[in-house]
């Protein structure tokens, strides 16, 4: 028998447990290989948003992924709408579905606004907490596991959103009235066929949550992310700590000082370009540096000539400029000293008064400026 699946009719089913299904690919800038997946279910009555990382594009392993989802749920699901991609149109998930009594519907070819609902959480849940990383391989997919655990909670319980009531076009301008802001679990309960059992799990599992808490872990398991992301790039760099839950609280208040708080919407580190030539001046930079040392007004291009009537022939005028950017960060390090001191010996070293010579001073002895 030929595969068949119903169109989807989602836009017109309000009843909760009627889900949008979709995959949000983490393959960071090169869709090679095989890398990590997301399955987004997005539920359109109440905008409940569930999240599970595939560790491969397969079949099988999505309905058992999807089987677990259901588990955690705490209302039952009733349909599952999805794309036309073939992970979704199969015979795998047609009878998985046809067997746990799911309405298995898809949307219209070349017609994305038919999976509005999930195509909004991809990018308000998944993106924002994942971001645009490569991830790959067992580890990462279980630190998504224990991302997903803990934000599922936060952003089904915690977090209100907008959901239009209805839009009115008016020639070219569309008028839109949204409902007021709410959380999927307040949509749940004030939905009037939500059913008894659903409305005490839900209520139970609320009850024992602390929003602090989640958005911890949520950090905890982001920076566990970008550290398997970026190991390649940063094997010197040591994994920063996992600050306690208080020392979390206290950094609150001041976190919008640093930037972007979410480790996995922050730049990946590049390293440090070396140099890519053989260094013309690697003998002679001892002698170099003496010069500049002994007399540290004297230009680079004075200094350049002296090197070039000392060894005629072996520096060409075209290394000119290679010379100047090595005098420029020699008196940077100068400018420094001179002007913040340098500590040695649990003493710091600060300008002098008289012309050319510095003093030493103790820490400890408490005299002010």
Known sequence: MPFRC??????????????????????????KGSFVQTLTL???????????????????????????????????LLGLDTDNDSVFMNETVKAYCDEAGLKFTRCRPYRKNDQAWVEQKNGAVVRQ?????????????????????????????FQPSFKLARKVRDGAKVRKTYHPPATPYQRLLADARTSEEARQRATATYATLDPVQLLQTIRA?????????????????????????????????????DGEVRP????KPKAPRGRRRPDPFATVTARVREWFEAEPWRTS?????????????VFPDGQRRTLQRRLKAWRCEMAKKLVFGV?????????????????ASSQSDGVGA
């Not at 836009?11 to 690919?25: C, I, N």
Request: aromatic fraction near 6%.
């Open 6 to 31: 119903v169109l989807s009719t989602a836009g017109t089913t309000r009843l909760p447990g009627f889900v949008e299904a979709d995959l949000v690919a983490h393959s960071g800038p090169v869709a």
């Open 42 to 76: 997005t539920d359109i009555a109440t905008g409940w948003t569930e999240c599970a990382p595939l560790l491969v594009r397969e079949q099988k392993l999505l309905t058992e992924v999807l089987s677990e989802v259901r588990k955690r749920m705490p209302f039952a």
């Open 129 to 157: 907490a994942v971001g645009y990383r490569r991830y790959e391989g067992l580890d990462a997919a279980a630190a998504l596991a224990r991302l997903y655990a803990a934000l599922r909670l936060f952003v089904n319980y």
């Open 221 to 257: 398991a982001q920076q566990d992310l970008v550290d398997i992301a970026d190991r390649p790039a940063a094997t010197d760099a040591a994994a920063p700590d996992t600050p306690t839950l208080q020392a979390f609280l206290c950094g609150l208040r001041t976190a919008w000082r």
């Open 264 to 267: 996995t919407n922050r730049s």
């Open 301 to 313: 291009g004075e200094l350049f000539e002296r090197l070039q009537a000392e060894q005629p022939g």
């Open 343 to 359: 500590e040695t010996g649990g003493k710091t070293t600060v300008p002098s008064p008289a012309s050319g010579q510095v003093e």
